[in-house]
């Protein structure tokens, strides 16, 4: 596999430890499908602090949407 396609693999790998605190469901389509691709701020307590900038990967929608959490 050539480093982009690993570049690319990683990205839409979850991580286990913060999946669950970081939202993947797309505002616009409703699809649970989003990625994270800018973004990733996490602090000690555990929690995902930050501003984050997804892509969905639904179907018909393909938006890019930003999140925060203060």
Request: proline fraction near 6%; glycine fraction near 12%; charged fraction near 30%.
């Amino acid at each position: 596999m050539s480093f982009w396609g690993k570049w690319v693999q990683k990205l839409r790998e979850p991580d286990p430890v913060f999946s669950d605190d970081i939202p993947t469901e797309c505002p616009y389509c409703g699809s649970g499908n989003a990625i994270l691709f800018r973004g990733d701020v996490h602090y000690k307590d555990g929690r995902w602090r930050g501003s984050a900038e997804y892509w969905c990967q639904g179907w018909e929608c393909g938006k890019e949407y930003k999140w925060k959490r203060d």
